[in-house]
């Protein structure tokens, strides 16, 4: 092929190649670019260039692209180009076009002609080549210019065609549906097309469709089913087949549309399961590929209607997977039991320490995976251990994008599993103080919501630990710089709230605190508003209770500063605190309650109070209210004219100009256009906010005496369903108007007893007991194996107050006798740990003497390999020594190409000790790979040319399969 | 839509080919490359061929200096993706004789080619290795 001497390029492309090959720095690279742009800037434009030459230009300028620097200036020539009568021009031409440009480019226009054109060639690699550039170039508002020539050559002689023709109509899908729903019917043709390749391509569209719209297509089930059972009783020519599998791909795709098809359809599932159960037989678990097929078929038996032997089949293969020593199939295998578990929960049991060796494993993507299954089959019994893990891993880890996924897995898993309040706290500030900003706000509030409402029961001392504990944890906590502005929220309003109330820390402490936050975060103006409101309680709840006030002088001058901001928010509490400071004490108690976030704030939404003032308005003849349905349209005008004209027949358009408002009109306008808020009606009130605090809270006769208008009462409710701002709680702070609604997390705790444990010591043992002990604890807190030791080595310094229903302090006994007998002797020292919550009832595994044995016994079954394996190494590159592979090849004479490409691969996969993994197929060798005169000479070229000077092996190949 | 990128990098991080399936600017693409490149030369041979990367996952495979980088979706078979990599050097191989990193950079366009004939809208739409080179040696031979 061209790859021999001198590789048919010009002197001067080899030379650049070459010298980006060399190029030992980025920066290197990019003054070798940017050489090479100014040369192509100035060379593709002189006149009459050879047509080869200006191929080697185009590609020159994908490589100027494809290093990171801009090539536009030569797009109009790879444009050009598509217009060649050359084959292989053209395509490269459209090569580069479609490299270069996006669907939305100016170009592109120029380019719809060409493709037309094409699409019309008689040579189908023209035809072939022009869709290509259909699939990249083509954007909605050019489908309908080729669409009618693509459904055309559907019908195309060549299954080459055919079958770009397909993947043509399938990007018009992904572009824009509705262009092709009338041609839908074609993808079902298509797959019955006697071309694999068509057919193994239609699969794609019809994937898509189907996960959009699976109950459209049930009737292909049995298609699906036989095309499948085809595959794999290899009926395709052997050409499809990669490393022995027939088709492998095709198979894939089939089983992940088949696992849409069946999912929750009993029927279509039972027509599945044989073929099914065929593939899990018949796969070849040796290899990479074989094993990509089985975890399709796991992914699909976990997706369709259960049953219980292909479950079987694929918990076996899962557990294959855990225990190979491959780290790729530990991934997969741990990602099919996090879809399987959902199905059958008791098979993670058996895998448990395989589980823990991927948790604690240091590669972080493995970890990730876990973390996920964790994630899955998470619930009340296991969550302290599972997010204890995962808030210590948040911590760990540097990556934002996943620390926020984590984050809200944490708090997610909090919310729903939480065993207690404070455990959930404790939960929260962690959470908040590593990835504050990162978690969803509502979760600040959901936190604020708890502390207030406490346990949710008649528990008041209960209540009072919990608040006083989160105020102490905050008072240590607040100092710590670059906390997160949402923590700090939540922080200074519980500390607003309860910060004095257990009376162990005086006013002037707390309010010193806040101040500190406040100047500490001068540039954020919610933390600040949220600090002036804590200390406005702070202050109230110190005069109410009947103590002298001393504002401590840095206060004072914080409210001073803030009383003249930028932010009217924030003055506005400035001025609300001075002035709420000034009050006596009866007033305060009134205005801002203790402990009262959590009542209900009464609104009057008939406005009840405004009663004698509106009827005292009726009767000095002010127009009553009229609903706003029934004056839509005309609301501006007949406000504005009846001030002026008391006119109420308005009901019709006027001609002439308004009058423009009258001075005097401000203060006669009535409360029904002044109290709503701005959203319904567009009051013409030029002195709008300080107007309406002065008639919503005082409605003043003085004022509405002269007012005209008449107030109608059915309608005021729709009106001024928002409490107004001076309704005395709401002005504490916005959220002290929580509704008190039970939360969640209530549900699972109940009271009383706890049973708290803590393990014995383990010294007697050695080291490796000890991890694996430490481990078994892992597993059983996270399974619910029979020693439920819960605390964990790493465990933090809170120990949760565990309570257990009454329900489950009866079964105590019995099990604590069925544990015993068990024999498991190190963990007999070890009191039971019963499970918390009453749902853990309901699966019998979890605490069954016959599975508390088993864990234990894999432990020993399972250390050993686990431990001889870690030193094994079966990379890629351990195995490219040359003699290797020589004295492989010489058992293996070459013969047909294609044959010998499988023959060393089988016996490889025939070794039982070779790792089914990467490794196996790494050493699939080649026939033509072996003369080494071939490779001598090439890697002379080479190093002639000083590319690649790294490479110390004649036999580049080698290197690249070997 | 399965894959969303195809990449071949040599151990020192410079590109050697890139193929994307969704539109990214040059900025992006160099930040991708740079990103995704340092996490996965940064891998040892014993942790998994598989990588997060923000809403991408990374399936890479070493061939001696050069890195072939697929990026994926979530919803693909990893496994299947690291072989469909190995079924794409066997079919250079078998273009090229015992390929290597320079056949690469010398014919950019017919690696191309091939991964032309191999995916399409992200989909792995042939895998008959006889199917993928058949265009290319017609037109080897018409020119």
């Known amino acids: ?962 | 839509m399965g894959i969303r990128f195809i990449l071949m990098v040599n151990k020192q991080g410079q590109t050697r080919l890139a193929q994307y399936y969704e539109y990214l600017n040059l900025e992006e693409r160099r930040a991708l490359e740079g990103e995704i490149v340092r996490k996965c030369l940064a891998r040892n041979e014993q942790q998994c061929s598989f990588v997060e990367h923000r809403t991408y996952k990374i399936v890479y495979r070493r061939y001696a200096s050069l890195f072939f980088l697929v990026g994926v979706d979530n919803g693909e078979n990893e496994l299947a993706i690291l072989e469909f990599i190995h079924l794409l050097v066997e079919t250079m191989d078998r273009h090229f004789g015992n390929v290597c990193e320079l056949d690469i950079m010398f014919h950019l366009e017919k690696a191309h080619f091939m991964l032309e004939e191999m995916v399409m809208n992200g989909c792995i739409v042939e895998t008959s290795k006889a199917n993928i080179l058949a265009p290319i040696q017609l037109m080897d031979k018409a020119s």
Request: glycine fraction near 4%.
């Open chain 1, 1 to 962: 092929m061209g790859s021999q001497g001198g590789f048919g390029n010009s002197k001067e492309f080899l030379d650049l190649v070459k010298s980006i090959g060399e190029a030992r720095s980025k920066a290197e690279e990019d003054r070798i670019v940017l050489h090479e742009i100014e040369t192509l800037k100035r060379r593709i434009v002189e006149p009459d260039i050879p047509k080869r030459k200006m191929k080697e230009f185009i590609i020159r300028l994908v490589y100027v692209e494809m290093l990171g620097h801009d090539a536009s200036f030569g797009y109009i020539h790879a444009v050009k180009m598509t217009h060649d009568d050359s084959l292989l021009l053209k395509r490269t031409g459209y090569l580069a076009v479609t490299l270069f440009l996006n669907e939305d480019h100016d170009l592109i226009i120029l380019i719809v002609n060409t493709i037309q054109k094409d699409l019309k060639s008689d040579n189908y690699l023209v035809v072939c080549a022009a869709l290509n550039a259909v699939c990249k170039l083509i954007n909605e508002e050019t489908i309908p210019a080729v669409l009618p020539q693509v459904v055309e050559l559907l019908g195309h002689s060549k299954e080459a065609v055919r079958k770009k023709a397909i993947m043509a109509l399938h990007r018009f899908y992904q572009r824009s549906p509705s262009s092709v729903t009338h041609l839908v019917s074609n993808f079902r043709k298509k797959l019955c097309d006697n071309d694999p390749g068509v057919m193994g391509a239609t699969l794609c569209p019809l994937f898509d469709l189907i996960a959009v719209d699976a109950n459209s297509y049930k009737d292909l089930v049995i298609s699906f089913v036989s095309i499948l059972k085809q595959v794999a009783e290899r009926r395709l020519p052997k050409t499809y087949d990669y490393h022995q599998m027939p088709a492998p791909f095709i198979q894939i795709r089939l089983l992940k549309i088949l696992a849409l098809l069946g999912s929750g359809d009993r029927q279509a599932s039972e027509n599945m399961y044989t073929v099914v159960g065929d593939i899990f037989r018949k796969c070849d678990s040796t290899s990479n590929i074989g094993n990509a097929v089985l975890y399709e078929c796991i992914c699909c038996v976990s997706s369709i209607y259960p049953n219980p032997k292909l479950l079987e089949a694929a918990a076996d293969v899962i557990s294959r997977f855990l225990k190979s020593d491959s780290h790729n199939l530990k991934y997969m295998g741990i990602d099919a039991l996090s879809r399987l578990i959902k199905i059958s929960p008791e098979i993670a049991e058996q895998h448990q320490l395989a589980v823990i060796d991927c948790l604690e494993d240091p590669d972080d993507t493995l970890k990730r995976k876990t973390f996920e299954l964790l994630y899955r089959m998470t619930k009340s019994s296991n969550v302290e251990v599972i997010v204890d893990r995962m808030i210590d891993y948040m911590i760990s880890i540097n990556d934002n994008h996943y620390k926020t996924e984590i984050a809200s897995r944490c708090v997610e898993l909090a919310e729903q599993f939480a065993p207690s309040n404070h455990w959930f706290i404790q939960t929260m500030n962690k959470v908040f103080e590593h990835a504050g900003d990162l978690v969803n706000i509502k979760v600040a509030d959901n936190l604020m919501r708890l502390i207030a409402e406490g346990f949710g029961e008649d528990d008041d001392t209960a209540d009072c630990q919990l608040r006083s504990s989160a105020v102490e944890s905050y008072l240590r906590i607040i100092g710590e710089p670059k906390l997160p502005s949402a923590f700090l929220q939540v922080i200074c309003w519980v500390l607003g709230e309860y910060g004095t109330a257990g009376g162990k820390y005086s006013a002037s402490y707390i309010t010193g605190k806040l101040c500190d936050v406040a100047e500490a975060h001068s540039s954020n103006d919610t933390v600040k508003a949220y600090a002036v409101t804590a200390l406005m309680k702070v202050y109230a709840f110190e005069i109410a209770a009947g103590r002298k006030v001393d504002m401590l002088p840095e206060c004072q001058s914080l409210i001073e500063e803030l009383s003249a901001s930028h932010s009217t928010d924030l003055q506005q509490r400035a001025y609300e605190l001075q002035a709420v400071v000034t009050l006596d004490a009866h007033a305060v108690e009134i205005i801002m309650p203790s402990d009262a976030s959590c009542e209900d704030i009464e609104v009057d939404k008939n406005l009840s109070f405004l009663d004698s003032y509106v009827e005292r308005s009726l009767e000095q003849g002010a127009q009553p209210y009229i609903p706003e349905n029934e004056r839509s349209g005309m609301i501006n005008i007949s406000n504005f004219r009846s001030q002026d004209q008391h006119d109420t027949s308005t009901h019709t358009l006027r001609f002439e100009a308004y009058e423009l408002p009258k001075t005097s009109a401000p203060p006669r306008i009535s409360p029904v256009s002044l109290a709503p808020s701005t959203e319904l009606v567009p009051v013409p009130e030029p002195s709008y906010p300080v107007e309406m605090h002065h008639v919503a809270s005082v409605p003043s006769v003085s004022d509405t005496g002269s007012t005209e208008l008449r107030l109608r009462l059915d309608g005021v409710q729709k009106k001024w369903g928002r409490p107004t701002y001076s309704s005395p709680a709401s002005s504490s702070s916005d959220s002290t108007s929580h509704k008190a609604v039970n939360g969640v997390t209530q549900s699972d705790v109940s009271s009383t007893s706890t049973s708290r444990t803590r393990d014995s010591s383990y010294d007697s043992r050695s080291a490796q007991a000890e991890i694996s002990s430490e481990k078994k604890k892992l597993a059983a807190s996270l399974f619910g194996g029979p020693s439920k030791t819960e605390k964990r080595p790493s465990s933090t310094s809170h120990k949760v107050a565990r309570s257990t229903s009454p329900a489950v302090e009866k079964s105590q006994g019995p099990k604590a006798v069925a544990s015993s007998t068990t024999g498991v002797v190190s963990e007999k020292a070890a009191p039971l740990q019963q499970p918390p919550d009453l749902l853990d009832l309901g699966e019998p595994t979890v605490t069954s003497s016959a599975s508390s044995v088993d864990p234990f016994k894999q432990l020993e079954g399972l250390l050993d390999p686990t431990q001889a394996t870690s030193a094994a190494n079966h990379g890629a590159v351990d195995n490219t020594k040359a003699a290797d592979i020589m004295s492989m090849y010489s058992e293996f004479p070459p013969s047909g190409q294609s044959s010998v490409i499988a023959n060393p691969f089988t016996t490889n996969a025939g070794d039982a000790n070779l790792i089914p993994g990467l490794s196996t197929t790494n050493k699939t060798g080649h026939a033509k790979g072996p003369n080494p005169r071939d490779a001598l000479e090439k890697d002379a070229l080479v190093r002639q040319m000083g590319v690649t000077p790294m490479s110390q092996n004649p036999n580049l190949f080698k290197d690249l399969l070997g």
